[in-house]
């Protein structure tokens, strides 16, 4: 078995990426309350500061930034995808290993971690994080994409509101605070 190694900085500021096992569901966003209600819920008991997050069908990137003292990502991210696990019915399919493991059949087992080096990587995988959507086809700019930290960052100057596309309509819907 690999022997993963993660990197590990106090009070560090960590890129991710996680995915679900079935890479072709809709499970994140048919369901992103639940998700939120996890993140918020794990961030209460674990703090972390939130950067920057978007959550695609199938998939969510992330940066987060840990308190002074810590670089425990690893026990967020599981108790993140657990509390949400416990939310979801129980209809996907198991393999062997992970009934034997009393796994659900919804997360990948592990997830990509990358540290943040200086702000031109922060700048870099801010602008990849919310790109992601209009990337893989979701949208046709980011503004579109409703999953995002992006509004939130627009608020507070940080994107103009047509950065990553050409800029539209609002959708009219409320897209209140992403986490």
Known sequence: MPNYHRNRVLGGTYFFTVNLHDRKSTLLIDH????????????????????????????????????PDDDCYSQRWQAIKKAFSKTIPKIESRSLVQIRRHERGIWQRRFWEHTIRDEADYAAHMDYLHYNPVKHGWAKSVREWPFSSFHNLVKTGVYSVDWGGVAIEPLGIDLGEWL
């Open 32 to 67: 992103i309350a639940e998700l939120r209600e996890a993140v918020r819920a794990v961030r209460r008991q674990h703090p972390f500061h939130i950067d920057g997050w978007v959550v695609l069908p199938e998939h969510m990137h992330t940066i987060w930034t840990l308190p």
